[in-house]
């Protein structure tokens, strides 16, 4: 493994998308903006419905709505055999509320898909004949082989999912923007637990579960997958999601801010953090 990288300063951002947590205060409440913040169509109040969006853009949605709902189903595949197998009874309560939740953002995601009819129909009966070893990301083709599996998946690729989330609040796609607060809100537990489970393992060893050279090993197996989960640096499709307004940040943006993030997390509790380039697949 090559030696740890220091944190990088977070990158600006490449569009006015900089300030789209702008939220309106009315009344004491707090309400999404109902324009669009950022891309071409900045300012023009926000697509509802699939029959509203130029030809492009709604083949766009449904593509991003599909490897968002393919990554949920899968990784209620990947987690489901430790329900029963999680080392302690709080573990495997935890994994149970992270299983529901991934069926819950599965079903918004589909929800969002019905709304292009036909076309998004197709896309969802064949989102759900889908199983291991069939999904769009290599991740989450991956089995859980160890618990450690389970607590570096959770912290380090939950964490990009969290991410790709961010990126889509207050986007150009009213439906979508407001999926988006739930679905970060429950996330966060995915975080934690991932977080949790390295942390313990690291510290406690076999008085909790494992080792902390299990927790490395499993760090340097899921972080170049997470890392690989952003895209290619140069995506063609990142450029128009932002110009769309429906993405705020370009992959590679996206990825820097995740490595100033998780480094200080992971030597917090020993664990090395890989450079950006080991075992990547996609760069």
């Not at 595949?77 to 302690?88: E, V």
């Not at 977080?195 to 050279?213: E, I, T």
Request: proline letters at 6%; hydrophobic letters at 35%.
């Amino acid at each position: 493994m090559h030696a740890p990288t220091p944190p990088r300063p977070v990158p600006p951002a490449s569009t006015p998308a900089a300030n789209v947590s702008k939220i309106i205060q009315e009344g004491g409440t707090v309400e999404p903006v109902r324009e669009i913040l950022w891309g071409s169509s900045a300012g023009v109040r926000k697509y509802e419905s699939g029959e509203e969006l130029p030809g492009d853009m709604r083949k766009l949605v449904i593509r991003l709505m599909v490897v968002q709902a393919d990554t949920e189903f899968a990784s209620i595949q990947q987690h489901r055999p430790w329900l029963d197998s999680a080392p302690t009874l709080e573990d495997r309560w935890i994994e149970a509320r992270i299983v529901a939740d991934e069926a819950r953002h599965g079903l918004q995601a589909c929800r969002v898909l019905r709304d292009f009819g036909e076309d998004g129909q197709k896309d969802i009966d064949e989102l759900l004949t889908k199983r291991e070893g069939e999904h769009k990301l290599d991740a989450f083709n991956m089995k859980f082989e160890r618990w450690s599996d389970v607590g570096a998946f959770t912290c380090l690729v939950d964490r990009v999912g969290v991410y790709q989330l961010r990126s889509f609040q207050e986007c150009s796609y009213g439906p979508l923007a407001r999926a988006m607060p739930l679905m970060l809100s429950e996330e966060q537990l995915h975080l934690n637990f991932g977080f949790s489970v390295l942390r313990r393992m690291a510290q406690y060893g076999p008085k909790y579960s494992g080792s902390k050279d299990e927790a490395q090993a499993a760090v340097n197996k899921w972080y170049p997958r997470a890392l690989d989960m952003f895209g290619h640096s140069n995506s063609d499709t990142s450029r128009r999601a932002i110009e769309y307004g429906l993405k705020r940040w370009t992959n590679e943006e996206a990825r820097e801010r995740y490595i100033h993030e998780v480094t200080p997390l992971l030597t917090s509790i020993g664990l090395q953090v890989p450079t950006a380039d080991f075992d990547r697949h996609i760069r």
